[in-house]
């Protein structure tokens, strides 16, 4: 059965600093794999997905995400880190169509 | 309007009352979900349509009961429910189900408040 775990319910860095989220998937199939963000009080919005081709998939508002088959992880970066990126980050997996499991979910805060 | 909508935004109910969440999709989707979103928890699919029919039930209770009159409009009629129930329910539509691949876009949620 596939699954997904986000490392760190809650991750805080300073504006300007590296942003890490780390996400490992359990797939006993090719995966497809998603980011999305939520911002307080709005639904999910799609950063990015990595279907098939290049593992290094780049996404909105500067995040990139790397899939890595032999760790089984698609960490979510972004170089340098803005006000506006504090919300809550969800990983997910698709094994087929219409079913998405999403990760417990990772809150970003931003310091000044 | 655009995208996906949904209303209203915020409820509240009573544990005997009747009340109904409303999707409406903008995108010329013919797949729609509803998902429960609960404090620290993962996000739970409840239902899964596909031109109207439903495709997944994923072991939802019968007080939750979802109508998917036409490919752009989705229910969830609330009954009898529980303060556990309490959460924000999202509901999101994607071109096709078919294909692990298709991008579902959500919309703002209804956040439910049981008492």
């Known amino acids: 059965a596939q699954s997904v775990t986000q490392l760190g319910s809650h991750v805080s860095v300073s504006e300007g600093a590296l942003v890490l989220l780390r996400c490992n998937y359990s797939?006993?199939?090719?995966?497809?794999l998603f980011w999305y963000v939520q911002y307080p009080n709005q639904g999910l919005q799609l950063l990015l997905k990595y279907t098939t081709g290049a593992t290094l998939v780049k996404g909105i508002n500067g995040f990139e995400a790397e899939f890595k088959k032999s760790e089984t992880s698609f960490h979510l970066t972004k170089p340098s880190a803005h006000m506006s990126d504090a919300a809550e980050y969800f990983c997910a997996v698709s094994p087929w169509g219409g079913k998405l499991i999403f990760g417990q979910g990772t809150e970003l805060s931003v310091k000044p | 309007e655009t995208g996906v909508t949904q209303t209203p935004r915020h409820l509240v109910m009573g544990m005997t009352n009747k009340k109904s969440l409303k999707c409406e999709q903008h995108l010329g989707h013919n797949a729609m979900y509803w998902y429960k979103q609960s404090a620290k928890k993962p996000l739970e699919l409840m239902f899964v349509?596909?031109?109207?029919?439903?495709?997944e039930n994923n072991s939802v209770p019968s007080r939750f009961s979802p109508e998917c009159p036409n490919s752009s409009h989705l229910f969830l009629h609330l009954h009898t429910l529980q303060p556990e129930d309490s959460a924000l329910y999202l509901c999101?539509?994607?071109?096709?189900?078919?294909?692990?691949?298709?991008?579902?876009?959500f919309g703002p949620g209804t956040r439910l408040l049981v008492l």
């Open positions: 999101a539509s994607s071109l096709r189900l078919a294909g692990a691949e298709e991008t579902q876009y």
């Open positions: 349509y596909s031109l109207e029919e439903r495709v």
């Open positions: 797939s006993s199939v090719p995966p497809y």
